[in-house]
């Protein structure tokens, strides 16, 4: 395996987004550009949604006007519907990631309307984008829906067909609920390149039952070569019952470069910014090598085993 892994960071909107104490706008923005200088393909800043719905995503303008754009970088934002895309677009967004869910209930309790109204609104927002910004589509619980159960892959190719047929550039598979397991990934990840391999395919990964990193091996083995992360393992949907929070960003990367993979991103920097993220939110975090250090970390020889060694020397 030689290629090329485009890995896009999602912390300070997907990872923030159900924080219970609002995330000061300044820390946002001064995380935003440590993330920059680290090696991103892309980072999610923010999303366009209605302050009562998501609190944390109230400063979404100003985090936007405020962030140093590094280039190379792309700076995307989530947006639910069109007021929530001219926002976008007054922002000087990158990329406009447009959401839906491929289960019908889940779309029902996410965004309050059935699939249906849902690719009627989306629909209206890329006619009315009209190219003027790159549209990424997130289809939500792919893999699973804690209320309806497996998601056939049957559905999922058929959302995806429909919005690769709207023009879009991507999309982005979601198990939103970490229900997904490697061999599930791998048929559908697999399904899909040989479908739809001209758009940019993107898996995003929950680790509610420890299976994320496993996921992203099966979907890497199938071709994928774009990935979200949260920085920490933050993150979590409000609207998915028992989902904790995304794949851990710089676990991810540790393990693709531990496998020889290229990611672009500098992962000693990625994780200084991550061992100051406990401060920033409050409390601990679920990754484990910023506690732990990479596996190439090595440790100083323990003075008693230099000794015996010496000891050995001279016997």
Not at 264 to 282: E, F, S
Request: proline share 5%; glycine share 8%; with cysteine.
């Amino acid at each position: 395996m030689t290629q090329r892994i485009q890995f896009n960071e999602v912390v300070t909107r997907d990872g923030f987004q159900i924080e219970p104490q609002f995330i000061a706008t300044d820390a946002k923005v001064a995380l935003v550009d440590a993330l920059s200088d680290c090696g991103y393909a892309k980072i999610e800043v923010t999303s366009f949604v209605s302050p009562k719905a998501i609190p944390q995503t109230r400063d979404a303008e100003e985090v936007m006007g405020r962030i140093r754009r590094v280039p190379g970088v792309e700076y995307t934002v989530l947006v639910p519907n069109l007021r929530g895309a001219e926002r976008a677009l007054e922002s000087r967004a990158d990329e406009l990631n447009l959401v839906m869910s491929v289960s019908e209930t889940h779309n029902l309790a996410n965004l309050r309307m059935p699939r249906a109204k849902s690719l009627e609104a989306l629909s209206e927002v890329i006619r009315a984008v009209d190219g003027r910004t790159p549209i990424n589509v997130s289809l939500s619980t792919s893999f699973g829906c804690p209320m309806e159960g497996e998601v056939a892959p049957a559905q999922v190719l058929d959302w995806a067909q429909r919005f690769a047929d709207l023009g879009v550039r991507g999309l982005t598979i979601c198990d939103t609920t970490g229900m997904a397991d490697p061999a599930q990934v791998a048929r559908l990840c697999e399904a899909l390149r040989q479908k739809l391999d001209h758009l940019q395919l993107t898996l995003h990964f929950h680790n509610t039952r420890g299976m994320g990193l496993a996921n992203v091996l099966a979907a890497v083995q199938a071709g994928i070569t774009r990935f979200d992360g949260s920085l920490g393992g933050l993150g979590g949907c409000p609207y998915a019952p028992g989902a904790s929070g995304n794949i851990c960003s710089e676990d991810a990367l540790h393990m693709l470069e531990a496998m020889g993979l290229e990611t672009g991103v500098d992962l000693p920097r990625l994780l200084q910014v991550a061992r100051a993220l406990p401060d920033i939110v409050g409390h601990a975090v679920p990754g484990q090598v910023a506690k732990a250090g990479r596996s190439c970390d090595l440790h100083p020889v323990p003075a008693a085993v230099t000794e015996l060694q010496q000891q050995l020397q001279r016997a």
